[in-house]
């Protein structure tokens, strides 16, 4: 009898324990609160690198991104400090380097042709979010474009091509108009 008291009373201790846990997290994490922490994620911005390499005939290098299921400018997700993301000249060496070692190609003459927020949606967080956005830009030469490596996801598309294919005119219009 008296083994079965004790157990019993750590039974019901440790399901007062848990009650009393479950009802002090309920209490600090209430709706509103929940509701904050969604409003701070989509007004985070949200720092990205696109490369865009345009060919003489103005064909654009498109990279096929699965989890957009769609075609997008190659792009790095970038570094963001303390003080904010890196300086532009510091971020456009980083961002040469992963274009050199995804296509196995030396780069010369970028820069940086455009910079701005994006609003678009999330595809896979499901919200509206900020997209601290540049665009670097490289026009290429007839001469380099043999040295470029492509590997099965990357593409060279036209603009036309870009606006005929459903997916990318749904996910990245505002950047097609640009």
């Known amino acids: 009898m008296d083994t079965w008291l004790k157990t019993t009373l750590l039974?019901?201790?440790?399901?007062?324990?848990?009650a009393l846990v479950s009802f002090i997290l309920k209490l600090r994490y209430t709706d509103k609160t929940l509701f904050n922490e969604i409003c701070a994620i989509s007004s985070e911005k949200h720092a990205f690198s696109?490369?865009?390499?345009?060919?003489?005939?103005?064909?654009?290098?498109?990279?096929?991104?699965?989890?957009?299921k769609c075609y997008l400018l190659p792009y790095v997700k970038a570094i963001t400090t303390l003080n904010g993301t890196l300086g532009d000249k510091e971020e456009l060496n980083r961002t040469i380097n992963f274009i050199q070692d995804s296509l196995k190609v030396t780069l010369d003459n970028v820069k940086l042709a455009y910079r701005t927020d994006i609003k678009k949606y999330s595809v896979s967080?499901?919200?509206?979010?900020?997209?601290d956005t540049r665009f670097f830009l490289w026009k290429i030469k007839?001469?380099?474009?043999?040295r470029i490596v492509l590997r099965n996801d990357y593409k060279w598309m036209s603009i036309e091509e870009l606006?005929?294919?459903?997916?990318?005119i749904k996910k990245i219009k505002k950047l097609l108009k640009w």
């Open 50 to 68: 696109n490369f865009v390499i345009v060919k003489p005939d103005n064909k654009i290098l498109m990279k096929y991104d699965p989890s957009w």
């Open 11 to 18: 039974i019901l201790l440790a399901i007062t324990v848990i």
């Open 163 to 168: 606006e005929t294919d459903e997916q990318t």
């Open 125 to 131: 967080d499901k919200i509206n979010k900020i997209y």
């Open 142 to 146: 007839d001469a380099d474009i043999s």
